[in-house]
Nanobody, 125 residues
Framework: QVQLVESGGGLVQAGGSLRLSCAAS????????MGWFRRAPGKEREFVAA???????????SDADVVKGRFTISRDNAKNTVYLQMNRLKPGDTAVYYC???????????????WGQGTQVTVSS
């Protein structure tokens, strides 16, 4: 079992930055793939970025259309935490952002078994 708690969301003006954090419980953090997804009002949940488990090398992948070089995923294994650094935010980035974890790796929300409660990000124009 993994419990995930997101933080760092809020209201920001277009062009600004936010860093989301996701703290994971448990001693096997390095064995989990960690992902970020988001759901905008009236839209389906979409993949943002993910990292493979550390035991698989820990490489990251992101959705080019969503991120477009603006977002970066990283993880601090000593703190059992994964981050999503978001720069040059746009109103279209407004959504609830979710952290997810699973022992396997994927870019679909169906690939992840554990989810945080979500954190709201609102970007004003």
């Amino acid at each position: 079992q993994v419990q995930l708690v997101e933080s760092g969301g809020g209201l920001v003006q277009a062009g600004g930055s936010l860093r989301l954090s996701c703290a994971a419980s448990g001693r096997t953090f390095g064995r989990y793939a960690m992902g970020w997804f988001r759901r905008a009002p009236g839209k389906e949940r979409e993949f943002v970025a993910a990292m493979r488990p550390i035991i698989w090398g820990g490489a990251s992948i992101s959705d080019a259309d969503v991120v477009k070089g603006r977002f970066t995923i990283s993880r601090d294994n000593a703190k059992n935490t994964v981050y999503l650094q978001m720069n040059r935010l746009k109103p279209g980035d407004t959504a609830v952002y979710y952290c997810a974890a699973d022992s396997s790796f994927g870019t679909s929300y169906k690939d992840y078994s554990y989810w945080g409660q979500g954190t709201q990000v609102t970007v004003s124009s």
